[in-house]
């Protein structure tokens, strides 16, 4: 199992402090920002804050990894030009686990043994966060996760484990069966991987959409490493007046290409996830069907008329550009819809470890870090937090945000419709903060 290691940049200087913090943001800004310079020194050591990230860097969650790897890369490098976390640079330990459950738990315990690090964090797909979260609990090692399954704010996982950096499915879709059903229509039939991510789509939509007088028509259950769908196609009922559709992996693109194939010039209302067509460009042939049906976005993609500032100068930092591509590959598509939770998940600890006084890994340390990271209950929208405010819960964990629905209108996705925070809200029943430490 390879790992590799980003190491904090040394000599840190004064331009690279007012790129960090931001030219416009005056020079009061930048004269707070100037102590950082010394504080590397003033720390009670100068070993580096270590983060564990488990990336998946092979298997299915491929895509959504090499982009969480240059996205935490570009957050370290803000961090550490900024003065680093309690005056100590931070430094970036990654380990694959190929989007495997067994791999993810043996690189929470080498991260823990191994590499000694004092946060682990990064991982999306949900069967490896539920593979990998109770030996963290074992081992007693903060993980922060960057995925959307309900699985952290269900209760199930333990006190270790956070997600202040992205939204849960069950949010997303409360937030967003009304839309579907004042706009598309009442009769659903949805496709969704079979797994963990799925099963919580499955669960929490139908919930949601019978809440707003509507049924679900078909539920199709795909395996997530499935490579041809034609099979399950024909399971769609003609009684359809919306396909819901949200599948992972690296066969997406075929997936999207058939489901055109399938319908040819007739089709039902269609709303996606964008998780079906993340890494995949618009532009590609026989995507045409795809004009006029909507997709959920986590962050959108396309850079908006009233693009703000932060999202600005978040994509210069990552590496995106206005259409969501790479800045140095027009061909390279960004997973830009979920990947800034590992931005804001990072800004999280940041913030945590600041409010307790984080110095090591003593008991006392974590125990301090677990009880900031619950005390948090609210995150301001800025650079820090690009992709919007949110609220945070720290009983179950969970952050709660903004959604955002576009449509793809002359072959790039425009927003139509942002939630409200409150729209995504539900009854919370897990309290971790009842569980010993």
């Given amino acids: 199992m390879s790992n590799s290691i980003i190491k904090p940049q040394k ?72 003065g680093g976390i309690n005056g100590r640079p931070v430094e970036v330990i990654i380990e694959d686990d190929g989007t495997d459950p067994k791999r993810g738990a043996e690189v929470v315990e080498k991260f823990a043994t191994q590499h000694k690090v004092d946060v682990a964090y990064g991982t999306l797909f949900s069967h490896v966060v539920i593979g990998s979260a109770p030996r963290a609990g074992e081992l007693k090692m903060p ?7 309900h699985h952290v704010a269900s209760g199930k996982l333990n006190r270790y484990v956070f997600q202040p950096g992205i939204t849960d499915v069950r949010s997303q879709v409360i937030a967003m069966a009304p839309w579907i059903s004042k706009n598309l229509g009442k009769k659903v039939t949805m496709i969704f991987p079979d797994f963990a991510f799925g099963h919580d789509h499955r669960d929490y939509f139908s919930e949601a959409i019978k809440a707003q007088g509507g049924e679900v028509a078909g539920l199709i259950a795909i395996p997530p490493t499935e490579s041809s769908f034609t099979r399950y196609l024909p399971q769609i009922s003609s009684s359809t007046e919306v396909l819901y559709h949200v599948m992972v992996g690296p066969a997406v693109l ?13 089709r039902p209302q269609i709303f996606g996830f964008i ?19 909507y997709f959920w976005e986590g962050n959108p993609r396309y850079a908006q008329k009233d693009q703000t500032e932060d999202d600005k ?24 819809s979920h990947m800034f939770g590992c931005w804001e998940s990072l800004f999280a600890i940041k913030q945590a470890m600041e409010a307790s006084g984080y110095e090591g890994q003593t008991p006392k340390d974590k125990q301090g870090f677990i009880e900031a990271m619950e005390a948090i209950q609210k995150f301001d929208e800025g650079r820090e937090h690009p992709q919007g405010d949110k609220i945070f819960n720290g009983k179950n964990h969970q952050c709660y945000g903004h959604q955002n629905i576009s449509k793809v209108t002359g072959g790039r996705l425009e927003l139509v419709h942002r939630t409200a925070i409150e729209d995504g809200l539900y009854e919370v029943s897990a309290d971790y903060t009842k569980m010993s430490l």
Avoid at 254 to 266: A, D, I, N, R, W
Avoid at 284 to 293: M, R
Avoid at 315 to 336: C, F, H, L, Q, W
């Fill in 11 to 82: 000599g840190i200087s004064r331009r690279s402090v007012l790129q960090a913090m931001g030219a416009t943001a005056g020079a009061g800004l930048a004269l707070q920002a100037m102590p950082g310079f010394v504080r590397y020194s003033q720390a009670g050591t100068s070993e580096p804050v270590k983060i564990g990230l488990q990336l998946h860097r092979t298997g299915i969650g491929a895509s959504y990894g090499r982009w969480y790897e240059r996205v935490t890369a570009a957050a370290v490098k803000v961090i550490n030009d900024g």
């Fill in 143 to 149: 993980y922060v996760v960057v995925s959307e399954g």
């Fill in 254 to 266: 075929t997936f999207v290409k058939e489901l055109g194939q399938f319908f040819g010039s007739t």
């Fill in 275 to 293: 998780d079906s067509l993340e890494a995949v460009d618009l532009a590609t042939p026989q995507l045409e069907f795809l004009e006029g049906t």
């Fill in 313 to 336: 100068f978040h994509r210069e930092m990552v590496g995106v550009d206005a259409n969501g591509a790479s800045a140095s590959d027009p061909k390279d598509i960004s997973t830009y």
